[in-house]
């Protein structure tokens, strides 16, 4: 499936939000995500099904001062 991830271009054979999270390494409850630009809060990450040309923002916290 083309994706477009925090504006950059990604192939990946997933189906849900959830998959992709785990394909790129993220984990954590911290993340916030938006898919085309509506938040798409922790508990439906699992259920929410992608599609062709989504644009998915993935935001985590960083650490420094």
Partial sequence: MN??????????DIHTLAELLSKLDYEGDWLATAVNGDLVHREDRASYMLKIGDRIE???????G
């Fill in 3 to 12: 994706l477009i991830v925090n504006g950059e271009a990604v192939e990946a």
């Fill in 58 to 64: 993935i935001l985590s916290p960083k650490q420094g």
